[in-house]
């Protein structure tokens, strides 16, 4: 059967990713994997945001019980 364009180049990508493989137990491919970094933006938009919603929670609560 002839491969088409699309399954030649899925086939070269594969075996591009399974040449680096070769020779390294699980440990180490699994290693590299878990050294991927998050950004320290994420972080700050969550505290941010997280803030910002749980300000505005207090303040709805606060409207709807009758407080100042």
Do not use: C, W
């Not at 320290?40 to 505005?56: M, T």
């Amino acid at each position: 059967m002839v491969q088409t364009p699309a399954q030649r180049k899925a086939n070269l990508k594969f075996a591009a990713v399974n040449e680096n493989k070769q020779g390294k137990s699980e440990a180490q491919l699994q290693k590299k994997e878990l050294k991927k970094q998050k950004s320290p933006i994420n972080l700050f938009a969550f505290i941010l945001i997280g803030g910002l919603f749980v300000d505005l929670l207090f303040r709805v609560v606060s409207y709807f019980s009758g407080g100042k």
